[in-house]
């Protein structure tokens, strides 16, 4: 089920990210605009458009989340790949994006304080390159 799933959302997603599914929606909204007289511009014509777009809207979210997840998670697999592969890399950042906010806020600040050093023994270096 998931692999259809999968599949299937992968497909949606392209079709309707294209130029193509664009044009198409605003010729719907076109055309339903132009249909407006001859239904006298009622609440039912009006009931169209808005449960339309309504019901495509709410399945379109789980399609578009489930595409983001995927592609979020092969991200990041490649960037663990990368650090895996660096030896000079910190290995313990490999799967952080499971921690809790707690902790990537002390790895935030941990590296808020390398960047302050390594910008500091630049300017260092800089200057006594300069002198």
Do not use: H
């Amino acid at each position: 089920m998931q692999r259809m799933f999968a599949k299937f959302s992968r497909a949606i997603a392209k079709a309707v990210g294209s130029p193509y599914a664009c044009v198409l929606a605003a010729l719907s909204v076109v055309l339903w605009a132009l249909t407006g007289p001859v239904f006298g511009f009622s609440e039912t014509w009006q009931l169209v458009i808005n449960t339309g777009t309504t019901i495509i809207t709410f399945l379109m979210v789980f399609l578009i989340q489930n595409s983001q997840n995927r592609d979020a998670e092969a991200l990041q697999l490649k960037l663990d790949e990368i650090i895996f592969a660096l030896s000079a890399a910190d290995d313990s950042m490999i799967d952080i994006e499971r921690l809790d906010q707690e902790s990537l806020d002390a790895l935030q600040k941990r590296y808020e304080t390398v960047l302050k050093t390594a910008k500091q023994k630049r300017e260092k270096d800089g200057a006594s390159k300069e002198a």
